[in-house]
């Protein structure tokens, strides 16, 4: 019954991305519907649900943001950090917590020096409002993330339902995608990002969503695929968001989502006995070759340029000369107004409007490290001191988080490559700081997998 279940979420969920390309409109109703369900859900469960309630109302606003701003279902831009930060002052205001989230209270405070800077040095092409919007929702999001899932206790089969929660509705941007662009081969003319293959949207965010999606249907086709079944149909889902995934031609979420899988990987299998090791080995070689084939497709489709692209070489084949395209000058720039603004930043939002005038270049870096101590000073600094190191504190008291360095490294190289535009590294960056608690009829297997 569970299989048949899970079968029929998934194809309403194909079906939701069929309805979305058919009919635009639907895409605001999808939104609606997604609030008021998940409201629903939070106010109406049992108080001992309640956090997980919002953890998965969270992971599928997380799963749908980019679909939605590509269908343009969102009444705002930032809509879904907005809804994060809701649903998890929700679960703040309702669940009791044992633990302060100290560093966390004190990483929001250190934000708003900044916020009062770019209020005092705000100029005529300056919209204060739209600014700090734009550059503090993501910030503020993974602040708000934190506070509710500092220390936080999650049993390891609910984990797996947040997880799912994320790729559903990455079912449906696929879908989508393969309506909006069914041949990758007539779009594709060079080795640069392809918005066609997109959805007309930013390849850089589709990519990044669906590199997590990667990791998600990973996760299913290792652990919560017993039967040949289920790994049949994780295993289509796990190839075809691959497969698009890679035709964005955005290498960030692509190269991300492959250190995540490796990384859990060397940790589920490093944990387990001999007899499961033997089992992962073999269930490895299958995954290996549907990894293969999805790349050999993918080259296919894109007459051989994705190999280009990964290779940092143009449609001729000669190697691009700056591998960053253009980001290292981006972030250098940052770096020297952090250098001539050491103290407070130069403020929220201005770092863009300063290369602007500066410059005449009109460009983000994508960079939240640099981006954070440009506008924000040594201020910023501790506030990403303090974001780097208290997951790493946690972890050496508490090792029961078996998809902690997966999550870990999602939101450090996110961060590095598309900064905080999406509400995807903030509440991942949120997983890290849960306590995984493992049923008491599995002893042996949380000494396996609890480190």
Partial sequence: MKNINYLYTIISHILIGFAVYNLAVLSKVYLISTVCYFTYKILKAKQDQKSLQVLIACGYVVGVEVFLRMTEGNF??????????????????????????????IYIFLLLPGVLVAGFN???????????????????????????CYKLRIRYKDFHQVFLSIGLPLISTAAYLLLYNPSVRETISGTGSNFEASGGFGPNQVATVLGLGMFVFSLRFFMTSPS???KVVNGVLLAV??????????????????????????????KVNVKNKFRIGKILLLFAGIGLSIWLYSSLQTN???????????????????????????ISFELDEFLKNPILGVGVGKIKELRQQKEGVEAASH???????????????????????TPLLLRLKNKSNIFFYSCYIFWFLTINHSSMRIAAPAF???????NVNYDVKKKKKIKQISQ
């Fill in 367 to 389: 960079n939240e490290m640099s981006r954070i101590l440009s506008e924000h000073g040594l201020i910023g600094m501790v506030a990403l001191l303090i974001l780097l190191i």
């Fill in 76 to 105: 705002l831009y930032e809509t879904s950090k907005y809804l994060v930060i809701l649903f998890c002052l929700m679960g703040l205001f309702v669940i009791k917590k044992n633990k302060q989230p100290i560093p966390y209270i």
């Fill in 241 to 270: 968001i691959s497969y698009r995934g890679i035709v964005t031609f955005s290498r960030g979420g692509i190269i991300t989502a492959l250190f995540m899988i490796i990384v859990f990987i060397y940790f589920y299998y490093k």
């Fill in 304 to 330: 051989g340029f994705i190999e280009k692209r990964y290779a940092n070489e143009d449609a001729l084949g000669r190697e691009k000369e700056d591998l960053s395209t253009g980001r290292a000058k981006l």
């Fill in 428 to 434: 991942i960056y949120g997983l890290c700081l849960l």
């Fill in 122 to 148: 705000i100029t005529e092409s300056t919209t204060i409002r739209t600014a700090i919007a734009f550059n503090l929702s993501g910030p503020v999001c993974l602040g708000v993330v934190s506070l509710f």
């Fill in 228 to 230: 040949i079944f289920l």
